[in-house]
């Protein structure tokens, strides 16, 4: 049973103040995309971001928080991600096609939802 529940005591440590919270490898898209999530904290919150190779601008829900994010919050982090609209060119929303696979060294539960989904799914 996964805990939803879960949250990290922290993302960081003395020395960083920006750290890889969970890599994303979406293999149903038309490039194979894959997106990295960063927490950076800045201003006395943890600011969220979301990097592809080709500087596409995503948008995340929450885009920041005061504390490290619940299990059931990254999940809804990961799920509700998208492509700025505003900035989109050509066929962008293609990016997220699919479940993605997930990686992440905060979230050691993440994975397996996500493979749990893939397969519910027949992507796997």
Do not use: C
Not at 19 to 48: C, D, M, R, T
Not at 110 to 116: A, C, I, N, S, V
Request: cysteine-free; charged content about 25%.
């Amino acid at each position: 049973m996964i805990d939803f529940k879960f949250q990290p005591k922290s993302y960081f440590t003395e020395e960083n103040t920006s750290v890889l919270l969970v890599k994303l490898n979406y293999p149903e898209s038309q490039w194979g995309e894959q997106i990295s999530i960063y927490a950076h904290f800045l201003e006395l919150k943890i600011q969220f971001e979301a990097v592809d190779f080709y500087g596409n601008d995503y948008m995340l829900y929450p885009s920041s928080s005061f504390e490290p994010l619940s299990m059931e919050d990254m999940v809804y982090l990961v799920e509700g991600m998208q492509v700025n609209t505003d900035a989109m060119e050509g066929n962008m929303e293609l990016i997220l096609d699919g479940i993605p696979e997930v990686e992440s060294d905060f979230y050691p539960e993440l994975r397996k939802y996500f493979d749990e989904k893939r397969k519910n799914y027949g992507l796997d």
